[in-house]
Antibody, heavy 124, light 108 residues
Framework: DVQLVESGGGLVQPGGSLRLSCAAS????????MTWVRQAPGKGREWVAT????????YYVDSVKGRFTISRDNAKNSLYLQMNSLRAEDTAVYSC?????????????????WGQGTTVTVSS | EIVMTQSPATLSVSPGERATLSCRAS??????FAWYQQKPGQAPRLLIY???TRATGVPARFSGSGSGTEFTLTISSLQSEDSAVYFC???????????FGQGTKLEI
């Protein structure tokens, strides 16, 4: 089965750090762009970051630039999100998702596989 | 930032009837638009991409339409299993700056 499983969430104090992981299985992980999406309590989903299949290009929402780093290890079929200088407003459920690809130049056509998410709470 | 506004926030429809969900973008996203379904305790499921193309395995009861700034998800012959939150997603920007709608809760 195609699957994404997140881990690494928890309670952290403001200013602290956390590293989220996303374990992929059932598909050729290294050939897909991957994305992190979060949903804060009572709010809509927010795109956080996207990484190219080989890790060479990374994109971030403005609110996390300079604080979060998306990365991947294709040999381990794993996606990561290193979160530093955490703020209360970063509290959310963080989900990883696979960007659907339709061809060589069509690499982001919706997100066709999602994980269940891992909860990050930033509070003192 | 492109703001995605969904309506209504909640929709109650009887089994066998049709539901129409809307999503409006604050500026044109062409057809770089998707709909998702999320049931309680489950991960989101891609229903529609490119505004009107059904994803693999999605029943023909689900149809998407629209382009530019106005999009519609129509679910015909509603079944109890269609109860879920439906949310929209635009992926038009390059470099990526995706945004999502707040979601519509559909009650059957």
């Amino acid at each position: 089965d195609v699957q994404l499983v997140e881990s690494g969430g928890g309670l952290v104090q403001p200013g602290g750090s956390l590293r989220l992981s996303c374990a992929a299985s059932g598909f050729a992980f290294g050939t897909y762009w991957m994305t992190w999406v979060r949903q804060a309590p009572g709010k809509g989903r927010e795109w956080v970051a996207t990484i190219k299949e080989d890790g060479s290009d990374k994109y971030y929402v403005d609110s996390v630039k300079g604080r979060f780093t998306i990365s991947r290890d294709n040999a381990k079929n794993s996606l990561y999100l290193q979160m530093n200088s955490l703020r209360a407003e970063d509290t959310a459920v963080y989900s990883c998702a696979r960007d659907q690809k339709l061809g060589i130049d069509l690499v982001r056509e919706g997100m066709d596989v999602w994980g269940q998410g891992t909860t990050v709470t930033v509070s003192s | 930032e492109i703001v995605m506004t969904q309506s209504p926030a909640t929709l109650s429809v009887s089994p066998g009837e049709r539901a129409t969900l809307s999503c409006r973008a604050s500026q044109s996203v062409r057809s770089h638009f998707a709909w998702y379904q999320q049931k309680p305790g489950q991960a989101p499921r891609l229903l529609i991409y490119r505004a009107s193309t059904r994803a693999t395995g999605v029943p023909a009861r689900f149809s998407g339409s629209g382009s530019g700034t106005e999009f519609t998800l129509t679910i015909s012959s509603l079944q109890s299993e269609d109860s879920a939150v439906y949310f929209c997603h635009q992926y038009d920007n390059w470099p990526p700056r995706d945004t999502f709608g707040q979601g519509t809760k559909l009650e059957i």
